[in-house]
Structures are given as C-alpha cells and as structure tokens.
T-cell receptor, first 114, second 113 residues
Framework: GAGVSQSPRYKVAKRGQDVALRCDPISGHVSLFWYQQALGQGPEFLTYFQNEAQLDKSGLPSDRFFAERPEGSVSTLKIQRTQQEDSAVYLC????????????FGPGTRLTVT | GNSVTQMEGPVTLSEEAFLTINCTYTATGYPSLFWYVQYPGEGLQLLLKATKADDKGSNKGFEATYRKETTSFHLEKGSVQVSDSAVYFCALRTDNAGNMLTFGGGTRLMVKP
C-alpha cells in the first residue's frame, strides 16, 4: 500500500515568508509525528498528534511554528516569517496507536531559506 | 532527559568487512531501542529494534543487542555489501516521553567494492 507522502519535496523560501508543509499519513494510522532534521544531524522531535488532537508540541522551536491535523488525517506544518535557521528537512511519520507500533517515515520536505 | 550518542562517520569499509557502529544512550525511564537506516534519496526505515535488556534485534544480517549495564546498542554486521551504504541512526523511545523517538546524529557508512 501507499506509504507516508509529503509535499512539496523541496521548498525555497525567502527570509520572512510563510511556508506550509503537507503530510499524508498511511491510511488508518492514528498517530502522526513531525521531526526536523538539520544537515548532518539526526531528526529532532517537533510535535505529535493522536487523531486530530495535538498531544505534544514540546519540540516546536518557537511560536512561529504551528501544526494542525483538523480531520485526523492530513497534517500541515506551518512556519511563519521563516528564518535561515529554519533550513532543514522536515520529516513526517505515522503509526498505529500505541508504543509498540513502528513509525513509518515519509521522504521529507527539504526547506531552504535564503 | 533522553539522549543518544553514536560514533561519527563516515565509516569506510571494503566489501565483506565486519561492521560495528557504536551507540550509547541516556534515558529517564526504561527505553526501547532502534536502528533506522536512510538509503540515498529515500526516507528513514526501521532496520531493527529491541524492547528489553538482553534482547537482540536482527534484520538483513544486521544485529544489535540491548545492553542495559553499559547503556549500549551497538550495530554489527559480519560481512557488509556495497548496497549497505547508507546513513544509520540509533534511536530510543521511553514510556515517560510519549511516543516520540530520540535520535543520535547518524553514521554514514560507505562500502567500497
């Protein structure tokens, strides 16, 4: 079946622009995660949804970052007034509910802020 | 808090060589441990996992043993292939930190024919 998809795959934004990154999880997956991966580093947790509820947003680096999942399926990560330090690959993962289930990762969106 | 430290790369090996990538962790709570692999141009894939002390995870010839006494989860493979060239990430998850994964910095493996 289809895996996790993300769009766009690449995004170039001028500093100060707003961007929206989309994640389509695997159908039926209740849990959805966003991670940020800076160049040459491991992914870092941003936020977690169970269905439409955002249960953990402790990893969002500033109030310019906002995520939503209004119908418990597709999720959008929005970054307002982008800064150069926001340049990274943004990864989305989904899983069935419960800690024993594997997280399946999408290919990521590479954001470059110029 | 939780953290994962893994050996820096790149690691360059000849085909059929033995591979070890070291991984140690710090965790508040009892962690489950994972190795993920990222092949060029692809997303992260789970390679193997272990959920309790002394468990051995294995897949595609790779193995890692959960060592609570040394807080380690080293990845090994007896004979690497060119197709194993990728970036490998060690990760953990604890019950008291929700479902989030905490990753190490990644180790790039390059296997030459």
């Amino acid at each position: 079946g289809a895996g996790v998809s993300q769009s766009p795959r690449y995004k170039v934004a001028k500093r100060g622009q707003d961007v929206a990154l989309r994640c389509d999880p695997i159908s039926g997956h209740v849990s959805l995660f966003w991670y940020q991966q800076a160049l040459g580093q491991g992914p870092e947790f941003l936020t977690y949804f169970q269905n439409e509820a955002q249960l953990d947003k402790s990893g969002l680096p500033s109030d310019r970052f906002f995520a939503e999942r209004p119908e418990g399926s597709v999720s959008t990560l929005k970054i307002q007034r982008t800064q150069q330090e926001d340049s990274a690959v943004y990864l989305c993962a989904s899983s069935l509910t419960g800690r024993r289930y594997e997280q399946y990762f999408g290919p990521g969106t590479r954001l470059t802020v110029t | 808090g939780n953290s994962v430290t893994q050996m820096e790369g790149p690691v360059t090996l000849s085909e059929e060589a033995f591979l070890t990538i070291n991984c140690t962790y710090t965790a508040t709570g009892y962690p489950s441990l994972f190795w993920y692999v990222q092949y060029p141009g692809e997303g992260l894939q789970l390679l193997l996992k272990a959920t309790k002390a002394d468990d051995k995870g294995s897949n595609k010839g790779f193995e890692a043993t959960y060592r609570k006494e040394t807080t380690s989860f080293h990845l090994e493979k007896g004979s690497v292939q060119v197709s194993d060239s990728a970036v490998y990430f060690c990760a953990l998850r604890t019950d008291n930190a929700g479902n989030m994964l905490t990753f190490g910095g990644g180790t790039r493996l390059m296997v030459k024919p």
